[in-house]
T-cell receptor, first 113, second 115 residues
Framework: DQQVKQNSPSLSVQEGRISILNCDYT??????FLWYKKYPAEGPTFLIS?????DKNEDGRFTVFLNKSAKHLSLHIVPSQPGDSAVYFC????????????FGQGTTLQVKP | DAGITQSPRHKVTETGTPVTLRCHQT?????MYWYRQDPGHGLRLIHY???????DKGEVSDGYSVSRSKTEDFLLTLESATSSQTSVYFC??????????????FGPGTRLTVL
């Protein structure tokens, strides 16, 4: 039972355009959401997070939107750069859950020059 | 970068042999985690620790055991390796629960191949 789903395995965008990565979750107890970025042969690195008390969080070119009623979050990257090409994982946690994260399957983003 | 190292970085072993992977941190973080990454599955939690000698199971714990005798070290043991345990293993650390503390920081990974 996949509690966090990233339904698009891959996404290709042109440099300078917007990249939108999507994530859906099923567990209404989740109250904190994170995005990680992973390059080949490296560990995932934390990118941005959002608490369930907010619906938007922005950090430079990266913005995460949370729609609690739809149990959906998205990561927007504007403008996209070739160095953004990586696998992106969304993750969710519940306050009661000793900080455990549940990850989605990942979306591979390719930004073409 | 958070001070997390994993050893070995690569290992090839045979079915039925025991294998121990080590995670070492220099951040003095309370929580430590072991994940495996497989195509189509993302990252799945194997075991985690919320303090010295305090550990609990994750979603894919069968065939794995862990130990944490010091804050800085978290060991993952495959008692008798099987081909289904061929994977990339990541260790992660976090300060703990609470806003701003849930972020986990990952090590570089260990690629394990079981023949």
């Amino acid at each position: 039972d996949q509690q966090v789903k990233q339904n698009s395995p891959s996404l290709s965008v042109q440099e300078g355009r917007i990249s939108i990565l999507n994530c859906d979750y099923t567990n209404s107890m989740f109250d904190y959401f994170l995005w990680y970025k992973k390059y080949p042969a490296e560990g995932p690195t934390f990118l941005i997070s959002i608490s369930s008390i907010k619906d938007k969080n922005e950090d430079g070119r990266f913005t995460v939107f949370l729609n609690k009623s739809a149990k959906h979050l998205s990561l927007h990257i504007v403008p996209s750069q070739p160095g953004d090409s990586a696998v992106y994982f969304c993750a969710a946690s519940a306050r009661s859950n000793t900080g455990k994260l549940i990850f989605g399957q990942g979306t591979t983003l390719q930004v073409k020059p | 970068d958070a001070g997390i190292t994993q050893s070995p970085r690569h290992k090839v072993t045979e079915t039925g042999t025991p294998v121990t992977l080590r995670c070492h941190q220099t951040e003095n973080h309370r929580y430590m985690y072991w994940y495996r990454q497989d195509p189509g599955h993302g990252l799945r939690l194997i075991h985690y620790s919320y303090g010295v000698k305090d550990t609990d199971k994750g979603e894919v714990s069968d065939g794995y055991s862990v130990s944490r005798s010091k804050t800085e070290d978290f060991l993952l043991t495959l008692e008798s390796a099987t081909s289904s345990q061929t994977s990339v293993y990541f260790c992660a650390i976090s300060e703990g629960r609470g806003l701003g503390k849930n972020e986990q920081f990952f090590g570089p990974g260990t690629r394990l191949t079981v023949l």
